[in-house]
């Protein structure tokens, strides 16, 4: 258990559908983190929180939207997604975004398939 | 532009043997460089980094991992594997100042399998 909290665990949605991923810590951190992860890529970064606002957006398109209603909780809302976007989704949180002694702690993720 | 390789996809040791799980980056200043261990269904979890100073690092779980500059290189080691290594291991450089979490460049995973 490394205190971060993600679900649903599996998802499956068609492509008209809208969900949401829910992402919870118990660390007391001011960063969170939406990552994706496909078969034989790298982690990909998708967006970055610190302390409820947006300091990251790598390029994700709008079908992901985003939310931090505050420190502990960060959602993805997902709207007219495409088969390409299954991927496992991976909530993280760190103390902070800077500084060597951070670390990321990482939720189990949400195995999001869109068919 | 910063990278991380990891040249090898899949690994298969035998319960006892050592390992060594090779990662090769490219980043123009002193990398900060992280490896992460992620078990099946689990989310990744830090094992070890490096940001300065001596070279060998020592983590969680029996792991190391010796920085080389001359080749650009991040191995982890472990002298006599567990069967319950069997994950899935990520080597990462951070690209910030500071080596930022956010910046962080992951490299596309080897996966362990542990024979008895």
């Known amino acids: 258990e490394t205190g971060v909290t993600q679900t649903p665990r599996h998802l499956v949605m068609g492509m008209t559908n809208k969900k949401s991923l829910k992402c919870e810590q118990h660390?007391?951190?001011?960063?969170m983190y939406w990552y994706k992860q496909s078969a034989k890529k790298p982690l990909e970064l998708m967006f970055v929180?610190?302390?409820?606002?947006?300091?990251e957006n790598n390029s994700v398109p709008s079908r992901f939207s985003p939310e931090c209603p505050n420190s502990s909780h960060l959602f993805l809302h997902l709207h007219t997604l495409q088969p390409e976007d299954s991927a496992l989704y991976l909530c993280?949180?760190?103390?902070?975004?800077?500084?060597?002694?951070?670390?990321?702690?990482f939720g189990s993720g949400t195995q999001l398939s869109v068919l | 532009a910063q990278s991380v390789t990891q040249p090898d996809i899949h690994i298969t040791v035998s319960e006892g043997a050592s390992l060594e799980l090779r990662c090769n980056y490219s980043?123009?200043?002193?990398?900060?460089l992280f490896w992460y261990v992620q078990s099946p269904g689990q989310g990744l979890q830090l094992l070890l980094k490096?940001?300065?100073?001596?070279?060998l690092v020592q983590g969680i779980k029996g792991f190391e991992a010796e920085f080389k500059r001359s080749q650009s290189s991040f191995n982890l080691r472990k002298p006599s594997v567990h069967w319950s290594d069997a994950a899935e291991y990520f080597c990462?450089?951070?690209?910030?100042?500071?080596?930022?979490?956010?910046?962080?460049?992951f490299g596309t995973g080897t996966l362990l399998a542990v024979q008895p």
């Open positions: 993280a949180s760190s103390q902070d975004v800077s500084g060597s002694n951070e670390k990321l702690f």
């Open positions: 660390l007391g951190h001011n960063a």
């Open positions: 929180y610190n302390f409820k606002e947006q300091t």
């Open positions: 980043y123009g200043a002193t990398p900060y």
């Open positions: 490096y940001f300065s100073g001596d070279t």
């Open positions: 990462a450089v951070g690209a910030g100042s500071g080596g930022a979490t956010n910046k962080l460049i």
